[in-house]
């Protein structure tokens, strides 16, 4: 059973009271590192940044809306070959999701790793970020308490990353510790939930017995309704995909740039397929397409890029969009890979990023199953 | 009066048993309609969904993807492997309005030939009546 329970905030400074709480950790020796959001100097990002100095967490927080790259890469770049220390991971839901699928993929050893989940109200994309923290001063302050029950954090004028507007999974499960503000009066206390085997913390952080009241009914709220606007998104997917001029219009702004495979946490290959010469052909093949079908679109191979990439990562996808943040384009690659990878993933009884026991579907198999795929 | 209609079919077989199959078929003096252009690989579960698709696109009318019979992959499982790949695929493809029945797998041993024949020739029928794959008129893809 986990240990569940509250932190008092000191002053009703959340942001003091975590910082306190990971500095807690790199002073009591329960990790040699801790890996968190931490404010750029000009204070208009935050970025993952691996934390020894507890005077460095000066300007941490773990609560800022803003995501500019997925931690779940960075965790694999800092286990990947089993270093001897230990670290604790500050992650988003969607961070701690990927690194659930990387950790099955072989990229991630989270055997040294403390886990930290929190909870998130939402993202906004980092230029959206950067105007609204140059104008507000204690910013994630003034997001908490003007949060919206159905919609998470708010901003006029802002939007939350679509990734966000529709994720019903903003409540980490299965981290080794959770740090919740959902329901929670974040001026006088937050929850913390510990699994059973780390829970000696509880006492080492000033856990205290409690529970945030009205936290499962808030939890319930908000997915209620980004689940309604999750649905609604793809039920216009589908409607856009029933003609095929709407499929080539949905992909006809890629430039192959490959931005997507760049920022998406799970495609973890060191060499991709399609930066390799495998789909490079003679000059005169180009002319020869152009003279079969009358004209080629150059450089070819666009929708077999995005049709590929989605046959590779649909079964791992967690739907953290950062794949859409990297599209120069705005390709709504978010939507497109959330609607498809549901039912992909039905077929194989599977979830990305729900379990680390859960077997990714292409590493297993059953002997009877799938007969429908035969002819 | 127009040419008929003659499909174009790219296949991708298993050196251990269906590639077998249609070397028995032609030595065994077979017939089955020439629509097909063979790609030998060493495991049905070697087929990467890039290829099959770049066959689609490219404007190849169907795909056929032979493996061994269930238990009896050289690899042991790469056959297995192999369908739910292909599983994925034909999801994604009808999930994006393409038409996923241009794709079939079918297992077929070493010893069958009369059966490779015979899929060849039920395919050929099946693209002739569906019609060519209007991936072919793109240019813009």
């Known amino acids: 059973m986990p240990t569940r329970g509250t932190i008092p905030v000191a002053q009703g400074d959340l942001l003091g009271t975590l910082r306190r709480l990971l500095s807690l950790l790199l002073e009591q020796n329960v990790v ?21 100095d507890p005077e460095r967490l000066v300007a941490a927080d773990p609560v800022a809306p803003v995501m500019p790259i997925q931690s779940a890469r960075v965790v694999s770049q800092l286990t990947f070959t089993e270093p001897t220390q230990r ?42 970020y950067g105007a609204m923290a140059a104008e507000t001063p204690d910013l994630t302050m003034r997001l908490l308490e003007e949060v919206h029950p159905t919609e998470g954090f708010r901003w006029p004028n802002r939007e939350l990353r679509t990734a966000c507007r529709i994720c019903e999974h903003f409540v980490p499960q299965g981290v080794d510790v959770r740090l919740e503000w959902i329901g929670a009066d974040v ?90 010469p495998t789909f490079d052909h003679a000059s005169e093949q180009y002319l020869k397409w152009a003279g079969r079908r009358g004209a080629v679109r150059m450089p070819t191979d666009t929708l077999l890029f995005q049709i590929t990439r989605l046959n590779h990562m649909v079964a791992s996808c967690v739907g953290c969009g950062v794949c859409e943040d990297g599209c120069p384009n705005d390709i709504p690659l978010t939507v497109i890979f959330r609607a498809i990878g549901q039912e992909v993933q039905a077929l194989f009884h599977y979830e990305a990023g729900r379990s680390l026991e859960e077997e990714l579907p292409l590493a297993v198999f059953r002997e009877d199953e799938l007969h429908v795929v035969e002819r | 009066m127009p040419e008929a209609f003659e499909p174009r079919i790219v296949a991708f077989l298993c050196n251990w048993c269906t590639y077998t199959g249609a070397d028995l078929a032609g030595t065994s003096r077979i017939q089955y309609p020439p629509n097909i252009r063979i790609i030998r690989l060493m495991c049905s579960g070697a087929v990467d969904p890039v290829y099959v698709l770049k066959a689609l696109l490219d404007g190849a009318d169907g795909v056929l993807i032979g493996g061994c019979h269930p238990g009896d992959c050289h690899y042991q499982s790469g056959n297995y492997k192999a369908r739910r790949r292909v599983a994925i695929l034909q999801s994604v493809l009808r999930q994006l309005g393409l038409e996923e029945d241009r794709v079939w797998l079918r297992w077929i041993s070493a010893s069958e030939g009369r059966r490779f024949a015979e899929t060849v020739t039920e395919m050929v029928q099946y693209l002739k009546e569906k019609g060519p794959n209007p991936m072919r008129g793109e240019w813009a893809i």
Do not use: M
């Open chain 1, 87 to 128: 670290i604790a991971a500050v992650l988003k839901a969607c961070e701690w999701r990927a690194t659930v699928e990387l950790t099955k993929l072989r990229q991630v050893n989270l055997d040294r790793v403390l886990t930290i989940g929190v909870d998130c109200y939402g993202t906004f994309g980092v230029l959206d």
């Open chain 1, 32 to 52: 040699d590192a801790v890996l968190v959001p931490v404010a750029t100097p000009d204070g208009r990002n935050l970025v993952p940044t691996l934390v020894r």
């Open chain 1, 187 to 276: 001026r006088e206390a937050i929850g913390i939930e510990l699994q059973e085997k780390h829970a000696a913390l509880a006492e080492r952080l000033g856990v205290q017995e409690g529970d945030l009241l009205g936290r499962e009914e808030a939890i319930a709220r908000l997915r209620e309704a980004r689940l309604e606007r999750r649905d609604q998104a793809f039920a216009a997917f589908r409607q856009q995909v029933r003609t095929r001029e709407g499929l080539l219009s949905l992909f006809s702004a890629c430039l192959r740039c490959h931005n997507c495979t760049v920022t998406c946490p799970i495609c973890y290959c060191r060499e991709c397929i399609f930066r390799t």
